[in-house]
């Protein structure tokens, strides 16, 4: 398959979610990120190098995107007061996000990481199917299902 570079970078205004994903040469799917309202994403190391992506983007729901070049995003950020400290922000939240993320699917059974899941993030198990949510918390979906009735 022919890969292409990420050219477009997504704003979630009101409503939707993105999945960022990886699928590999037997057809497993691999949640990389996931986007929700009032953030932004892309295949950012593809987005910045301007290289093929490996990863995928879909939107699972219903969603409302503002959808950016890397020529929009570079003249908001030159242009737009305050636009550069909101998206800086951004990619440190996400940034963190995405480190914490590593750090439990290393450090933690199934069961803690289904908990802070609920905890912090209880959108992403009310909203997404459950193969999704699975495979974000690195689990599967029978494990999931487990997790779910205890509760």
């Known amino acids: 398959m ?3 570079a990420s050219r477009s970078i997504y704003i979630l205004w009101l409503k939707g979610c993105l999945r960022v994903f990886l699928t590999d040469d037997d057809g497993n799917e691999s ?4 986007i929700f309202e009032g ?3 892309t295949a950012f190391p593809s987005f910045i190098l301007k290289e093929p992506s490996v ?11 503002l959808v950016l070049s ?4 570079d003249l908001l950020l ?3 007061p305050g636009f550069e400290t909101m998206y800086r922000k951004g990619l440190e939240l996400d940034y963190i996000a995405s480190i914490q993320r ?10 803690a990481r289904y908990n802070i ?4 993030q209880p959108e992403i198990i009310k909203r997404l199917p459950n193969k999704i949510v699975a495979d974000y918390l690195g689990i599967s979906q029978e494990t999931l299902s487990r997790l779910k009735s205890k509760k």
Request: aromatic share 4%; no cysteine; hydrophobic share 35%.
């Open 55 to 65: 990863a995928s983007i879909q939107s699972p729901e219903p969603s409302e995107l």
């Open 2 to 4: 022919k890969r292409e």
């Open 70 to 73: 890397y020529a929009d995003r």
């Open 78 to 80: 030159k242009e737009i």
């Open 31 to 34: 949640t990389r990120f996931l």
């Open 39 to 41: 953030r932004m994403g």
């Open 117 to 120: 899941l609920m905890q912090t």
């Open 102 to 111: 590593i750090e439990s699917l290393i450090t933690m059974d199934s069961k």
